[in-house]
């Protein structure tokens, strides 16, 4: 790897007479990352263009000889009952755990946290972020544990008089929800704390001199105050909650049947479980268009925020 | 005036107490059932703490190979990703160029790319190459799945370091790679050191890339061989299984205390993400 590294020697370009060649070895050093993502990153992106319109297969007839199908997959796909369940269930997802969940309690505990006592605010702030720091699946095991049928949560609701279930079999799609937003809430809560640590004293204490009350002060002073942070957060919180995998699938595996079939595991279980290499592709196309979408609107937003 | 501010002091003080109690209670399931004989999946204090969990799960198929093969993977493909970033990030810092812009854009576009999608083209990829079941493979695609972010990261800290400081060493004739690393790197450590333990925290939680990738039960990292406990005998044993978790978990929540008391850690990256 480190071969490919620019020479320690090079010359400052300020005395070297030609400037193209010397831009040239000034972005030397970038190359070894190039070269990765290129191989790594735009290849299999590019492959996905291609395989996406064969019918590519690991075992059977698109196994042998793989042909080209046109728009076949994404037809097959947005006909079929699967995949339009499985969006509806990422959107889902993605709504309630990431945009609703993790945003909006990311927010209320850095705001609450600002008026607490610091014994209160240290003890909340290691619990959300001993959630966040834990591995992926584990915290998708003490989150199973948590929801099942003789869990914690049954044995709270019990003590209060309410009947309790079984919530990965009754209600999937929403205990991966919870899950999500129990392991990721940290990250909002740490980019709000950031921004809202920067807006200066005088300006709230100015407000409230002027007789804003709380929510009026919260929404009209600090909310527009974090306008920047809040987009920034959305974007990233959204991008990381459509690709998740691992929680969803150490929890339930999708099931029970497709109750909590994502697109992530819907991909994986055509491409993998049933080979359909061609077709799981295509749906990858499709969750890259999604992200690409997302990430486009928030450069979007960067660039007209710095200009 | 006083008194309705010590109101709402006590009431944000009571809902972050609930708060935090939520967040707290699984935590503590792993915690009791580690040390409980008979464990099962509530929150229950062991009535006869023992040991027997952990010296259960203590031996090399269970718990030394896989997280050897862990501290293997995510180690080389965190260095190996700060090698590369902060080559990347040296010219997109010091030098503008025309070039810079549009690169930047891309890294950033590429943060946000789902990585979970390109898992099926990868996995083909790896086939054509002969890649699958390979540690260096495995190192070199994970590397590349955390570059993005680590290069703007990297950046945005070496941004952080005056460039008049280099100017003096050019003039003495220093080339660009022995400014780097003469003077602007130990000026910066603590922003290397945030993105390597960061980029390390993420690998060694990440489940879906080896998953897909390494296929002999020798080579799979913690993080997948978790799912050997629920074999096919039924029942696993969740006393073992909670062991297990936080035996898995404590590297990685010593380097965090490490970050957060040492560096200020994520607090300096809730600032870097900012924008």
């Known amino acids: 790897m480190t071969t490919t590294v620019a ?48 019918n590519m297969a690991l075992t059977g007839t698109g196994a ?4 080209f199908v046109g728009l076949d997959n994404f037809r097959k796909a947005f006909g079929s009952g699967a995949f339009t369940n499985a ?37 909340v702030g290691t619990s959300v972020i001993g959630a966040w720091v834990l591995p992926e699946v584990v915290a998708a095991y003490l989150l199973s544990a948590f929801f099942n049928d003789e869990g914690t949560l049954n044995v709270m609701l019990h003590a209060v008089g309410l009947p309790g279930q079984d919530w990965l079999y009754a209600a999937p799609i929403i205990a991966v929800s919870l899950a999500n937003i129990w392991r990721g809430t940290a990250f909002s809560m740490l980019v709000y704390s950031a921004a809202l640590s920067e807006i200066p004293k005088e300006i709230e204490e100015s407000a409230e001199m002027d007789g804003a009350g709380g929510w009026r002060r919260l929404l009209f002073v600090t909310l527009p105050m974090i306008t920047r942070a809040i987009m920034t957060n959305l974007m990233l919180i959204t991008l990381q909650t459509l690709s998740v995998f691992g929680l969803i699938y150490a929890m339930t595996r999708g099931g029970p049947g497709t109750k909590s079939q994502t697109l992530p595991l819907y991909m994986y279980e055509q491409a993998f479980s049933f080979s359909q290499i061609g077709y799981g592709t295509a749906i990858a196309l499709v969750m890259l268009a999604i992200g690409a979408v997302f990430s486009l609107i928030y450069l979007r937003g960067l660039n007209s925020e710095a200009a | 005036m006083i008194a309705r501010d010590r109101l709402s002091k006590l009431a944000s003080n009571l809902i972050l107490l609930a708060i935090g109690v939520l967040f707290v209670l699984p935590l503590l399931w792993v915690l009791f059932a580690s040390i409980n004989r008979t464990a099962g999946l509530r929150v229950e204090f062991p009535t006869n ?4 969990n952990f010296k259960a799960v203590l031996n090399t198929d269970t718990t030394y190979r896989p997280v050897l093969n862990g501290i293997v993977l995510c180690g080389g493909a965190a260095l190996l990703t700060m090698v590369c970033a902060v080559l990347a990030a040296y010219p997109l810092s010091r030098f503008k160029t025309r070039f810079n812009r549009p690169f930047l854009l891309t890294v950033l576009f590429c943060t946000g790319l789902p990585i979970t999608a390109v898992m099926v083209p990868v996995y083909g990829l790896f086939v054509q190459l002969n890649l699958v079941d390979t540690i260096g493979g495995t190192i070199m695609f994970m590397a590349t799945s955390a570059l993005p972010f680590a290069i703007w990261l990297t950046k945005t800290f070496m941004d952080g370091v005056p460039i008049s400081l280099e100017e003096a060493a050019w003039v003495d004739g220093a080339g660009n790679m ?29 489940f ?4 897909m990738l390494l296929l002999s039960p020798e080579r799979l990292p913690a993080s997948v061989s978790i799912f050997t ?9 969740y006393g073992q299984l909670a062991a297990y978790s936080l035996i898995y ?5 010593l380097l965090y205390l490490l970050l957060s008391r040492k560096l200020g850690g994520a607090f300096a990256l809730g600032g870097a993400i900012k924008g």
């Open chain 1, 7 to 54: 020479p320690t020697t090079a010359a400052p370009a300020e005395r070297s007479g030609r400037p193209r060649a010397a831009n040239f070895l000034r972005m030397l050093p970038l190359s070894p990352a190039i070269g990765l993502m290129l191989v790594f990153l735009a290849g299999p992106i590019i492959y996905c263009l291609y395989a996406a319109f064969t």
């Open chain 2, 178 to 206: 022995r400014a780097l690393w003469a003077i602007v790197l130990p000026l910066m450590w603590p922003g290397i050191a945030v993105v390597l333990i960061f980029t390390f925290i993420g690998m060694w939680g990440n």
């Open chain 1, 64 to 67: 042998a000889d793989v042909k």
């Open chain 1, 87 to 123: 969006i509806w269930l990422t959107l889902v997802f993605t709504l309630i755990s990431a945009i609703i969940g993790q945003n909006t309690l990311g927010l209320g505990l850095a705001l609450l946290m600002r008026k607490s006592t610091k014994l209160v605010r240290n003890f």
């Open chain 2, 49 to 52: 703490p023992t040991l027997g």
């Open chain 2, 249 to 253: 978990t404590t590297p990685v929540l």
């Open chain 2, 229 to 237: 406990f629920f074999g096919q005998y039924g029942e696993p044993n």
């Open chain 2, 208 to 211: 879906f890339v080896p998953f």
